[in-house]
């Protein structure tokens, strides 16, 4: 079946402006999660859903960021009053059940550029 | 806070070579540990997951250990080829959360 896609692959916004990504997990997917790749670093999580809900948003680096799953599959990332920091590439995964021990499948990404 | 690194941070070899990507985590509190690659603007695919009660896994020429007490990992890719070219990343889960814990990659490049 179909894999885990993302909305848009690329996306250049001004400083300010605000931002929505979207991701589309496996069907039937349960677990949904977010994290953001720097230039050269590793993934760092973001938020982790369980259904519609957030169960860990730990991850959010500040107030401007949020993420919503309203009927518990797709998922829109959005970022408020976007800032040059804000470039990165945005990933998002899913597994089965959210379940110790399960891998988590990717999707491409998103790359949000700030000017 | 979980911390994992990875050493080398790009490595270069002539095909054929047989090699070691090696990962470090300062918690050996972790649930499991699992082995990406990402191709240059794609997403992540799995390798191979160890278990923390685990000592490797193995799928064709790729091999991963685990010493979870000394908080260690490799990933050995015996006879290399171009196609492995790629950034390799190490994932940690550990007790604590859902979400992984990465280390920043090795970026391999295997020449013709």
């Known amino acids: 079946g179909a894999g885990v896609s993302q909305t848009p692959s690329n996306k250049v916004t001004e400083k300010g402006k605000y931002v929505e990504l979207r991701c589309d997990p496996i069907?039937?997917?349960?677990?949904l999660y977010w994290y953001r790749q720097s230039l050269g670093q590793g993934p760092e999580f973001l938020i982790y859903?369980?259904?519609?809900?957030?169960?860990?948003d730990s991850g959010l680096p500040n107030d401007r960021f949020f993420a919503v799953r309203p009927e518990g599959s797709v998922s829109t990332l959005k970022i408020q009053r976007t800032e040059r920091g804000d470039s990165a590439v945005y990933l998002c995964?899913?597994?089965?059940?959210?379940?110790?021990?399960?891998?988590?499948?990717f999707g491409p990404g998103t790359r949000l550029l700030v000017l | 806070k979980q911390e994992v690194t990875q050493i080398p941070a790009a490595l270069s070899v002539p095909e054929g070579e047989n090699l070691v990507l090696n990962c470090s985590f300062t918690d050996s509190a972790i649930y499991n540990l699992q082995w990406f690659r990402q191709d240059p603007g794609k997403g992540l695919t799995s390798l191979l997951l160890i278990q923390s009660s685990q000592r490797e896994q193995t799928s064709g020429r790729l091999n991963a250990s685990l010493d979870k007490s000394s908080g260690r990992s490799t990933l050995y890719i015996a006879a290399s080829q171009p196609g492995d070219s790629a950034t390799y990343l190490c994932?940690?889960?550990?007790?604590?959360?859902?979400?992984?814990?990465f280390g920043p990659g090795t970026r391999l490049s295997v020449l013709p």
């Open positions: 069907s039937g997917h349960t677990a």
């Open positions: 994932a940690v889960r550990d007790n604590y959360g859902q979400n992984f814990v």
């Open positions: 859903f369980q259904g519609t809900g957030a169960a860990d």
């Open positions: 995964a899913s597994s089965p059940t959210g379940t110790w021990g399960e891998t988590q499948y």
